[in-house]
């Protein structure tokens, strides 16, 4: 007896809004909605470090573009299929509302990017990228849901109670149909949701273990990237979207297993101290190893040395400074011979001063 779907997930109608000749996407919106959430976390967490606030806008500026770039590109070499050929206009790779965008042409674009922002700074590209990871991962989790809007990427037939209705669409709108939206038969995966879930337990967990093991030299980043490419594994495999497959593999699945290893690897070869940003000239700054920055040595360390920095002084000041009254302290050759110790030595020569205890 076929399971009854008491629930279903349903989907958006409308993906796109008309604000006069322009349109307004909901892909978009989630998109950018993402960016500004990843740059106010890098930016708490660069804070922590050290940097001043707002450091992150001026890597951003850099990195936003190439990432947006490189993630078109990346989607036009491995689904050439859906811009090129017979029945796409000669321009239809340029209008970045057909088609999509890949996350890891984005990641590599964005690296880039990032990476020539910090040179101009004067910061460590894997310092920042430590501090973007748990943002980078939210934003992921945001942007899936324009996938939801577009109702698009979902996966194989189900018939769990959380299955997701798809309508037809065309151009950010439902297809009608005597009134009604087309919907298509049965409910589905709705993957875009598993993917936006996966990613927001992916920051959590970059957060906790970075915060527990204070990670440097990028190795946030590398669990990041780890994360997320075992949840993109299981994801890809459920989802029936039209994709370039090989040995039997879709793409994506096959780019998951090899940057997985590649963070792996770096993970396990690269150690190193986590970093602090202090001031090195006008705008500008310097990376030394967390705890060497200046104020991040104890207080109970600090008051030590002092004290003995105070106590030095008044020694040298007893033994060779003037008295408070500004009187010089007596010649010791004045001194009688019987105010010396009981083993008193031959008899010092004028002008000579005793050692400070």
Same mark, same amino acid.
């Given at each position: 007896?076929?399971v &009854? $779907?008491?629930?279903?997930?349903?989907?958006?109608?409308?993906?796109?809004?008309?604000?006069?000749?322009?349109?307004?996407?909901?892909?978009?919106?989630?998109?950018?909605?993402?960016?500004?959430?990843?740059?106010?976390?890098?930016?708490?967490?660069?804070?922590?470090?050290?940097? /001043?606030? !707002?450091?992150?806008?001026?890597?951003?500026?850099?990195?936003?573009?190439?990432?947006? &770039?490189?993630a078109?590109? !990346? @989607?036009?070499?491995?689904? /050439? %299929?859906?811009?090129?050929?017979?029945?796409? +206009?000669?321009?239809?790779?340029?209008?970045?509302?057909?088609?999509?965008?890949?996350?890891?042409?984005?990641?590599?674009?964005?690296?880039?990017?990032?990476?020539?922002?910090?040179? =101009?700074?004067?910061?460590?590209?894997?310092?920042?990228?430590?501090?973007?990871a748990?943002?980078?991962?939210?934003? =992921?989790?945001?942007?899936?849901?324009?996938?939801?809007? $577009?109702?698009?990427?979902?996966?194989?037939?189900?018939?769990?109670?959380?299955?997701? #209705?798809v309508?037809?669409m065309?151009?950010? #709108?439902?297809v009608?149909?005597?009134? +009604?939206?087309?919907?298509?038969?049965?409910?589905?995966?709705?993957?875009?949701? !598993?993917e936006?879930?996966?990613?927001?337990?992916?920051?959590?967990?970059v957060?906790?273990?970075?915060?527990r093991?204070r990670?440097?030299?990028?190795?946030?980043?590398?669990?990041y990237?780890?994360?997320?490419?075992?949840?993109?594994?299981?994801?890809?495999?459920?989802?029936?979207?039209?994709?370039? +497959?090989?040995?039997?593999?879709?793409?994506?699945?096959?780019?998951?297993?090899?940057?997985?290893?590649?963070?792996l690897? !770096?993970?396990?070869? &690269?150690k190193?101290?986590?970093? &602090?940003?202090?001031?090195?000239?006008?705008?500008?700054?310097?990376?030394?190893?967390?705890g060497?920055?200046?104020?991040?040595?104890?207080?109970?360390?600090? %008051?030590?040395?002092?004290a *003995?920095? $105070?106590?030095?002084?008044?020694?040298?000041?007893?033994? *060779?400074?003037?008295?408070?009254?500004?009187?010089?302290?007596?010649d010791? +050759?004045?001194?009688?011979? *019987?105010?010396g @110790?009981?083993?008193?030595?031959?008899? #010092? /020569?004028?002008?000579?001063?005793? *050692?400070?205890?």
């Open positions: 007896m076929p &009854v $779907n008491l629930a279903a997930i349903p989907s958006p109608t409308t993906a796109a809004w008309n604000l006069g000749p322009i349109p307004i996407r909901a892909y978009a919106l989630c998109i950018v909605l993402g960016i500004i959430v990843a740059c106010i976390i890098a930016d708490r967490r660069l804070r922590a470090r050290g940097a /001043p606030p !707002y450091l992150v806008l001026d890597i951003a500026i850099w990195a936003v573009p190439f990432g947006n &770039v490189s078109r590109i !990346y @989607s036009l070499i491995t689904s /050439p %299929e859906q811009y090129f050929g017979n029945g796409h +206009s000669p321009w239809e790779w340029a209008q970045i509302w057909h088609g999509g965008l890949g996350i890891w042409g984005a990641v590599a674009g964005g690296g880039v990017g990032a990476w020539i922002a910090c040179r =101009q700074v004067g910061i460590p590209l894997p310092l920042f990228a430590d501090c973007l748990p943002g980078l991962a939210v934003a =992921q989790a945001i942007g899936r849901w324009g996938n939801w809007f $577009n109702n698009e990427l979902y996966g194989r037939a189900t018939e769990l109670p959380w299955g997701l #209705k309508y037809e065309v151009d950010g #709108k439902a009608i149909l005597d009134g +009604s939206p087309i919907a298509r038969p049965g409910l589905y995966h709705p993957t875009f949701l !598993y936006s879930l996966w990613c927001l337990g992916v920051a959590a967990l957060w906790y273990l970075d915060r093991y990670y440097g030299r990028g190795r946030a980043f590398a669990v990237v780890m994360a997320y490419t075992v949840g993109r594994f299981w994801i890809e495999a459920l989802r029936i979207d039209e994709a370039n +497959s090989f040995l039997g593999m879709r793409i994506n699945d096959w780019v998951s297993i090899v940057v997985f290893l590649g963070a690897a !770096y993970f396990l070869r &690269v190193g101290p986590r970093l &602090v940003l202090v001031p090195d000239g006008e705008n500008r700054w310097r990376a030394v190893p967390e060497e920055a200046t104020g991040d040595v104890p207080d109970e360390v600090n %008051e030590p040395a002092l *003995s920095e $105070n106590d030095a002084e008044v020694s040298t000041s007893e033994a *060779s400074g003037p008295d408070d009254d500004g009187a010089d302290p007596p010791p +050759s004045e001194v009688p011979a *019987s105010a @110790s009981p083993s008193s030595g031959p008899e #010092k /020569p004028p002008g000579a001063r005793g *050692s400070a205890e």
